[in-house]
């Protein structure tokens, strides 16, 4: 299966009315406790690192991220505590503005089980594969190990393979790992999807290995997300 048909999700046909910004942010409510549920039971991360845009969806869709990543790791934190311990910093979230040195942000990242990228929301798209793109980079330059996560914005308007088709080193980089997940959405199934990504001799392809149900609430608002605003 291709990327473009497994994310064809992003191009269903909106109806009705658009998303209120209140809205917006309940879509990605669902979608970040969607995640941090694939990073912890799919990808088995216990320490994460985010790199998000500093738009306010995108900062509601890391933050929900978050709070279902570290519910799931509190207990090793307290138990950590109760030893006279110091827990392990488990989470780093950086958030990009145009100031912000990809290079530094990766530095934060480097011992993390994982790092999602989560651009989107109301920064342009040149900007947001702009920020991709160096991330990549620099993942690449420190040859990360660890896993990569796509949020579906990401996946869905392929940034990654345009980054790999402008950097060789990028695209050298990513043919080795297997190890790159990103989130997909079946509306005609109502189902969400994780999708294992391979980028290789300048294709990528996603294969299925996590669905779970959703609901209609979410999948109302999903549907609605991309009628532009009055």
Request: charged content about 25%.
């Amino acid at each position: 299966m291709t990327a473009s048909a497994s994310f064809a999700a992003e191009t269903t046909a909106p109806t009705a009315a658009p998303l209120t910004l209140g809205e917006q942010f309940i879509v990605r409510a669902y979608a970040g406790q969607l995640e941090g549920m694939a990073i912890t039971n799919v990808i088995k991360a216990k320490t994460l690192g985010i790199a998000v845009n500093n738009s306010t969806i995108c900062v509601a869709l890391a933050g929900a991220m978050a709070g279902e990543f570290v519910g799931h790791n509190k207990a090793e934190g307290l138990d950590a505590g109760k030893k006279g311990e110091t827990p392990v910093r488990r989470l780093d979230i950086v958030a990009y503005t145009p100031d912000t040195d990809p290079a530094v942000a990766v530095k934060s990242f480097k011992d993390k089980d994982a790092v999602a990228l989560l651009f989107g929301g109301q920064v342009t798209d040149e900007n947001n594969a702009a920020a991709v793109r160096l991330t990549l980079a620099e993942l690449a330059k420190d040859n990360y190990t660890g896993a990569i996560f796509l949020h579906l914005t990401v996946a869905a308007k392929k940034w990654v393979d345009q980054a790999a088709a402008a950097d060789s080193t990028i695209a050298d980089y990513l043919a080795k790992k297997d190890n790159v997940y990103a989130l997909a959405v079946d509306v005609e199934k109502k189902q969400g999807h994780v999708k294992q990504m391979t980028y290789k001799d300048g294709k990528s392809e996603a294969k299925s290995v996590f669905e779970t149900p959703l609901n209609d609430g979410f999948l109302a608002l999903f549907k609605r997300r991309l009628i532009p605003a009055q």
